[in-house]
């Protein structure tokens, strides 16, 4: 079955920080565009940064841009995700998908185009 595996959530304080990682489950994602998502309770899963396949075009969202670092290492078969000045409002669960109508760029903002859903991973922001 093809997904992707989420990691490295956890409880963390206010400013402090988190890497997360994406790894594929059944197949390499060094040719995807790959997109990190969260959701926070009661809210509607929002995309927070997104990476084409050759790490040369980014995305990211206002809430968390200079905060948020996306990267990846195809040779790991990883996408990673350095939250730093971490804020209450961070807190969700984070999740990794596929970005399916090209390769070579990405958009954070419609989920539909994404596949590939891991479980996701926790993230939680609190004093």
């Known amino acids: 079955q093809l997904q992707f595996v989420e990691s490295g959530g956890g409880l963390v304080q206010p400013g402090g920080s988190l890497r997360l990682s994406c790894a594929a489950s059944?197949?390499?994602?060094?040719?995807?565009?790959i997109g990190w998502f969260r959701q926070a309770p009661g809210k509607e899963r929002e995309g927070v940064s997104c990476i084409a396949y050759s790490g040369d075009r980014l995305q990211t969202a206002d809430s968390v841009k200079g905060r948020f670092t996306i990267s990846r290492d195809n040779a790991k078969n990883r996408v990673y995700l350095q939250m730093n000045n971490l804020k209450p409002e961070d807190t969700g669960v984070y999740y990794c998908?596929?970005?399916?109508?090209?390769?070579?760029?990405?958009?954070?903002?419609?989920?539909?185009?994404?596949?590939?859903w891991g479980q996701g991973t926790q993230v939680t922001v609190s004093s």
């Open positions: 059944g197949f390499t994602l060094d040719t995807y565009a």
């Open positions: 998908a596929r970005y399916r109508p090209s390769n070579y760029y990405c958009s954070i903002y419609n989920r539909a185009q994404y596949d590939y």
